[in-house]
C-alpha cells in the first residue's frame, strides 16, 4: 500500500538551534511531495512543494526540504527555530489516484 | 486571491442530532472539493471529494454524507451523529489544472456529546 511515514511523532527543540524532521514515502507513490504546518485550532497551511526540478526546495518562513528520490526521503530542515514555530508538520504525497496520501504528524515544540 | 470559509468554527452536538457543515470558496471555479476528518492525536482522513456540482465520491463508508449544489461550496451532514463523528473537519481544495496541490480551510471543531 502506499504510505508516508514520518520517522518523529515528536521533537523538541531549543530556540534558535536547527531542526530536521524526517519523512519517508514508498517508491509506489508519485512523486508530488508535499509539507503542511498546522498551528493549534487551525488549518493546514502549505509550507513547500516539490513537483519536479531542483531536489532543494525552499518554502515559507525559512523552511526547506531536500527531495532525495534513491532513500525515498523528503525532509524538512531549518537552520534556526523560532518558538513560533512551534506547530504541527505534515508531509503528504500525491498518487496516481489523485488523492493526498498524509503522515502522521511530527509536533515540533521549541523551547526558550 | 483565493480563500476558503468553513463553518461554523465550532459545534457541540449531541448524539443523534442531524449535522451541516459548510465550506465555500472564493477566487476560483470548478476546483476540485474535499473533506477530511483528523481526529485527536491522528492524522488526515480523506472522507469525500467532488470534481463537479453533484459530483461526490466517498473514501469510507459510515454515516456521513456530502453534497455539492453549487460550484463553490460543499457541505458535510449526518442524519443521526455518533460519538465517535468528533473530530476537526477539514475542508480543501485545488485548481482543476493543479490538482496535486490542495489548499486547506480553517476547520471545523466538532463534538458529539
Known amino acids: 500500500a502506499q504510505s508516508v511515514t514520518q520517522l518523529d511523532s515528536q521533537v523538541p527543540v531549543f530556540e534558535e538551534a536547527p531542526v530536521e524532521l524526517r519523512c519517508n514515502y514508498s517508491?509506489?507513490?508519485?512523486?508530488?511531495l508535499f509539507w503542511y504546518v498546522q498551528y493549534p485550532n487551525q488549518g493546514l497551511q502549505l509550507l513547500l512543494k516539490?513537483?519536479?526540478?531542483?531536489?532543494l526546495v525552499k518554502g515559507i518562513n525559512g523552511f526547506e526540504a531536500e527531495f532525495n528520490k534513491s532513500q525515498t526521503s523528503f525532509h524538512l530542515r531549518k537552520p534556526s527555530v523560532h518558538i513560533s514555530d512551534t506547530a504541527e508538520y505534515f508531509c503528504?504525497?500525491?498518487?496516481?489516484?489523485?488523492?493526498?496520501?498524509f503522515g502522521q504528524g511530527t509536533e515540533l515544540s521549541v523551547k526558550p | 486571491s483565493q480563500t476558503i470559509h468553513q463553518w461554523p468554527a465550532t459545534l457541540v452536538q449531541p448524539v443523534g442530532s442531524p449535522l451541516s457543515l459548510e465550506c465555500t470558496v472564493e477566487?476560483?471555479?470548478?476546483?476540485?472539493l474535499y473533506w477530511y476528518r483528523q481526529a485527536a492525536g491522528r492524522g488526515l482522513q480523506l472522507l469525500f471529494y467532488?470534481?463537479?456540482?453533484?459530483?461526490i465520491s466517498s473514501e469510507v463508508p459510515q454515516n456521513l454524507s456530502a453534497s455539492r449544489p453549487q460550484d463553490r461550496q460543499f457541505i458535510l451532514s449526518s442524519k443521526k451523529l455518533l460519538l465517535s463523528d468528533s473530530g476537526f473537519y477539514l475542508c480543501?481544495?485545488?485548481?482543476?489544472?493543479?490538482?496535486?496541490?490542495?489548499?486547506f480551510g480553517p476547520g471545523t471543531r466538532l463534538l458529539v456529546l
Open positions: 503528504a504525497a500525491y498518487n496516481q489516484g489523485g488523492k493526498l496520501i
Open positions: 480543501a481544495w485545488a485548481e482543476l489544472r493543479s490538482q496535486e496541490t490542495q489548499y
Open positions: 467532488s470534481v463537479g456540482i453533484g459530483q
Open positions: 516539490y513537483l519536479s526540478g531542483s531536489t
Open positions: 477566487g476560483t471555479s470548478n476546483p476540485n
Open positions: 517508491s509506489s507513490v508519485s512523486v508530488y
